[in-house]
């Protein structure tokens, strides 16, 4: 049983990596002319992903709007009965983006959602959206 559980456990590592990397290609701009993240193309992963774990996964997206001065804190919840174990995000380019680091990104104190800090360094263009996308399981 324990093997089992092992596998499962690297089986959920493997899946949540590959998950996180792909929503940080989109977030990153890998290459000129990258795709930016829809939600369809975030979610034709779930099928495969569910089926590979025998577990149920959702891609649960939240804009931050008008990051503007020091630091903002934003806490986004995992639906009911599901817990966060990975995130990205999305800080479009131009206008002043440049200027928003992500301070931290770390699942929440309670397990059960997704901590990120988020500072606008400049406060350049107060206008800013950051999209945070979190993974969770069930």
């Known amino acids: 049983m324990a093997r089992r559980k092992s596998l499962a456990a690297l089986g959920v590592g493997i899946t949540a990596l590959g998950i996180a990397a792909a929503g940080m290609a ?3 701009g890998i290459g000129s002319g990258a795709a930016q993240p829809t939600e369809a193309g975030l979610s034709s992963l779930q099928p495969q992903a569910n ?3 025998r577990t149920e996964v959702k891609v649960v997206e939240h804009l931050i709007e008008d990051v503007r001065g020091t630091m903002r804190a934003e ?6 009965g599901f817990t966060a ?3 990205g995000w999305d800080i479009p380019s131009g206008n002043g983006s440049e200027s928003v680091i992500v301070r931290r990104s770390r699942p929440g104190s309670d397990g059960q959602g997704w901590e990120v ?3 606008n360094t400049t406060n350049v263009d ?3 959206d950051v999209t945070v996308y979190v993974v969770c399981i069930r």
């Open 51 to 53: 089926e590979l774990l």
């Open 85 to 87: 174990i990975s995130a």
């Open 126 to 128: 107060p206008n800013i």
């Open 117 to 119: 800090v988020l500072q």
């Open 75 to 80: 806490r986004i919840g995992a639906p009911d």
């Open 26 to 28: 989109y977030a990153g």
